[in-house]
Nanobody, 122 residues
Framework: QVQLVESGGGLVQAGGSLRLSCVASGRIFSIDDMGWYRQAPGKQRELVAT???????NYTDSVKGRFTISRDNVKNTVYLQMNSLKAEDTAVYYCNAAVQRAPWASIRRDFWGQGTQVTVSS
């Protein structure tokens, strides 16, 4: 019913930039919080950044000042602009959205994308 599709990952040199996009589609009435998470091999999935529908943002300490999360509520899209990339940013990046699927369905349900690989060479 709801699908999230990430794009924009790839291989980049340390110090470079990438811009990730995630588009939500399907039966959607509204989207509350959206976020980006990442998972490196052998590590737990961790929060990178979140953004509310009103554009309040939160970042994990390791990306503050380098990454910027934003959203377009008309396009149901969340972005992650990643600058000054480091080797330790290498991971699969996943987007997340809390979706209200109908006006009478006040409980949000989390949906996840399949992930996009970001590899930073040092």
């Amino acid at each position: 019913q709801v699908q999230l599709v990430e794009s924009g990952g790839g291989l980049v040199q340390a110090g470079g930039s990438l811009r990730l996009s995630c588009v939500a589609s399907g039966r959607i009435f509204s989207i509350d919080d959206m976020g980006w998470y990442r998972q490196a091999p052998g590590k737990q999935r961790e929060l990178v950044a979140t953004i509310t529908r009103g554009d309040s943002t939160n970042y994990t300490d390791s990306v503050k000042g380098r990454f910027t999360i934003s959203r377009d509520n008309v396009k149901n899209t969340v972005y992650l602009q990643m600058n000054s990339l480091k080797a330790e940013d290498t991971a699969v990046y996943y987007c997340n959205a809390a979706v209200q699927r109908a006006p009478w369905a006040s409980i949000r349900r989390d949906f996840w994308g399949q992930g996009t690989q970001v590899t930073v060479s040092s």
